[in-house]
């Protein structure tokens, strides 16, 4: 099992309210890379659905972290979740075209 952190940071401004938030922790429990790799597909979509969410220079993705922690609490992969999803750069992972086994080869390579 794996545990997933999404960190968000103390400059985090909620694009619903323009309230800067403190640092908030979510967590969530993963059982698998597939559980993973469906989460991040699902957040993959979100993103085309509701792009006012997912605006960079609110701070919202830019704000959160993802980490994955091992069953000895080790951690083993830390991704900023803005950098996962943009489109811009080396680091971008093309959602479009991407298949569950090619982002569950990526996810257990450790998130490089």
């Not at 943009?86 to 991407?98: A, K, T």
Request: hydrophobic share 40%.
């Amino acid at each position: 099992m794996w545990q997933m952190m999404i960190v968000e940071y103390d400059h985090y401004i909620d694009p619903k309210t323009n309230q800067q938030r403190k640092e908030e922790v979510e967590k969530y429990d993963i059982q698998t890379i597939d559980n993973l790799a469906d989460f991040l597909l699902n957040v993959r979509k979100d993103i085309n659905k509701h792009p006012e969410y997912f605006c960079s220079a609110c701070g919202f993705w830019t704000s959160y972290q993802l980490v994955l922690m091992d069953k000895k609490e080790n951690i083993v992969g830390i991704r900023n979740l803005f950098d996962i999803f943009r489109e811009d750069d080396d680091f971008s992972w093309n959602f479009e075209n991407m298949t569950i086994q090619q982002l569950r080869e990526i996810l257990a390579s450790g998130l490089t």
